[in-house]
């Protein structure tokens, strides 16, 4: 592999300042209320060159998320085949939360999800794009459950995946207005199970 350039290192250095710096006045000051300019400002270049790295502020944001569908891929590696869907489902999210208490953290998750929340943001955002990892691999889980008579019948598989989704965002918004004493992975384990009970086949 060829070494970088001293004019990509350069590149890489000032997409990487853009980015600390916006998430870290996002932080401060609240997604809404920053302004590129600001952003740029503080990185001491112009919007020109912002935009050359970001086509918009929540794409500064999304950069810095979708580490997180990085993780999911080990984290798929590391499920014990032999488990029910059921089990694989409530593995993957204590997975998923431990990852967000202890390397996300709560000031970029409510960033993301006030962004989320506002205008600026396209209908079909990144929070909920199908093509995330981690909803493909819930899609695999809830099939896999279907077949094997774990899960009912009368639901499909899109429908049931919709409503294990609302359980997590339920969660962390629940972990994000909730004071330190609010355990993410504790409550969500226990809240999917009851979810997933009720989609388990009883017949």
Request: with cysteine; net charge neutral.
């Amino acid at each position: 592999m060829e070494s970088l350039t001293s004019r990509q290192k350069k590149a890489l250095a000032t997409r990487e300042k853009l980015l600390k710096t916006s998430l870290d006045l996002f932080s401060k000051y609240g997604f809404e209320h920053v302004s590129i300019e600001q952003i740029t400002k503080a990185c001491h270049v112009s919007k020109g060159t912002f935009y050359t790295y970001f086509p918009s502020k929540y794409d500064v944001i999304l950069e810095k998320f979708k580490e997180l569908d990085s993780f999911y891929s080990t984290v798929e590696k590391n499920i014990d085949p032999l488990l029910p869907a059921s089990g694989k489902i409530l593995g993957l999210y204590q997975e998923q939360m431990k990852y967000l208490t202890t390397v996300v953290g709560k000031d970029l998750m409510r960033t993301v999800y006030t962004a989320a929340m506002t205008n600026q943001v396209e209908q079909d955002h990144y929070l909920i794009n199908p093509q995330r990892k981690i909803f493909q691999l819930m899609n695999v889980y809830i099939e896999e459950g279907i077949e094997q008579g774990e899960f009912r019948q009368d639901l499909p598989a899109a429908r049931m995946q919709a409503i294990i989704q609302r359980c997590m965002r339920a969660n962390v918004y629940d972990w994000l207005i909730h004071s330190d004493d609010f355990d993410l992975a504790t409550e969500m384990a226990q809240f999917t199970a009851v979810v997933l009970s009720g989609l388990k086949n009883n017949q």
